[in-house]
């Protein structure tokens, strides 16, 4: 079984949300972690190499022989902005990671692990998502992250990397200052005594999972040497007046929602089957209630002072 105790992992995106969380368990495993992003770094026990990805320049530096697994989250994010710029999403989702896993391939890299999103399977009205269901993405973000699925199967295929695709769901926890998601903006809106929008009649489903359970599953995946796709969310959907009331629950503040016209493509369900996770031993360890609540303190006054 593959150590991640004493491995040499490149963390790609490794200051972002995400990013963080991973480096901090990974360093609590003793791992030897250098991170590539755009920004350094904030701990000093991590390697940082600063630059783009979709420079090969970068690439070169970040990509060194010897390291045991190269875990990639560095990405654009944002389905919005794929949307405007579906062009420059391409470059960085499927050009970088096609760059990534050659460099990996030509340097005996042997773990590749990629964080995709359960948008590649697109619209399936309520059906219940598994990673047996065919990939139609319906943005360029999903396309770009079904792209990167793609290229990695065949480094599976072709030269024997174990590669794995983590589907992520939404995700939320301690360190989403910076994001524009759902829960961020609740949580702003209840620090600054405001409401939220809310399209149309909020009964849509998602899954919210928190980011230590996406840490667990990553650090599962590569200690079980999975390969292939892999679901990872709560297992339990959520309307989003469930998700506001949690946090109203946590923060105590009353939130008030405006209703506005939904938007056009918005899935109406997110349900996931994270069955093969589970097989593999994935257990999320927060509900949406335990979960927001260590959401909540970067966002009250007194941690912004
Ligand atoms: N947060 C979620 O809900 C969610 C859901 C599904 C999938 N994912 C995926 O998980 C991964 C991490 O997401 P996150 O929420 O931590 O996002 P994030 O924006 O907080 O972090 C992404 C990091 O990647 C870096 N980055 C972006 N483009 C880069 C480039 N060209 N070169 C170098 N670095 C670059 C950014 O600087 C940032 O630090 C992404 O691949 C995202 O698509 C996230």
Same mark, same amino acid.
């Given at each position: 079984? &593959? ?12 200051? +972002?949300?995400? *990013? ?23 701990? &000093? ?13 970068? !690439? ?16 654009v994010t944002s389905v919005l902005r794929s949307v405007e710029d579906p062009?420059g999403t391409?470059?960085t ?5 096609? /760059? ?39 943005t360029p973000y ?9 290229? #990695? ?5 072709? @030269?024997?990397?174990?590669? %794995?695709? #983590?589907?992520?769901?939404?995700? @939320?926890?301690? /360190?989403?200052?910076?994001?524009d998601?759902?829960?961020?903006? #609740? ?7 405001? *409401? ?11 899954? @919210? $999972? ?12 590569? !200690?079980?040497? =999975?390969? *292939? ?5 709560? +297992? ?17 503040? &009353? ?15 997110? $349900? ?7 097989? #593999?031993? @994935?257990?999320?360890? =927060?509900?949406?209630? %335990? *979960? ?14």
């Amino acid at each position: 079984m &593959p150590e991640v105790g004493g491995a040499r992992v490149l963390v790609t995106g490794g200051a +972002g949300f995400i *990013g963080k969380r991973l480096v901090a368990a990974l360093l609590a495993e003793k791992a030897e972690v250098t991170v590539v992003d755009l920004n350094p770094h904030p701990d &000093p026990g991590v390697v940082s190499v600063v630059g783009d990805l979709r420079d090969p320049g970068v !690439r070169e530096r970040a990509v060194t022989a010897g390291l045991d697994a190269v875990v990639h989250l560095a990405a654009v994010t944002s389905v919005l902005r794929s949307v405007e710029d579906p062009a420059g999403t391409y470059q960085t989702n499927v050009e970088a990671t096609a /760059g990534l896993l050659e460099l990996a391939r030509e340097r005996g890299v042997p773990r590749f692990l990629l964080a995709s999103t359960n948008a590649v399977t697109g619209d399936v009205g309520g059906v219940r998502i598994s990673e047996s269901l065919a990939l139609r993405p319906l943005t360029p973000y999903g396309a770009t992250k079904a792209a990167g699925e793609m290229l #990695l199967s065949a480094y599976s295929g072709v @030269y024997g990397m174990r590669t %794995s695709a #983590l589907r992520f769901a939404n995700v @939320y926890g301690p /360190g989403m200052l910076h994001k524009d998601s759902f829960v961020p903006r #609740l949580m702003r809106a209840a620090a600054e005594g405001r *409401g939220v929008q809310v399209y149309g009649d909020g009964a849509q489903l998602r899954d @919210y $999972v928190h980011v230590d359970d996406v840490v667990q599953a990553i650090l599962l995946a590569w !200690r079980e040497d =999975h390969d *292939g796709p892999l679901i990872v969310g709560s +297992g339990t959907s959520v309307s989003v007046h469930d998700l506001i009331d949690a946090a109203r629950t946590v923060t105590g503040a &009353p939130i008030p929602v405006e209703h506005v016209p939904a938007k056009q493509g918005e899935m109406p369900a997110v $349900v996931l089957d994270i069955s093969a996770a589970k097989a #593999l031993g @994935y257990q999320p360890r =927060h509900d949406l209630t %335990s *979960g927001m609540a260590t959401v909540w303190p970067d966002f009250t006054p007194s941690a912004a002072e």
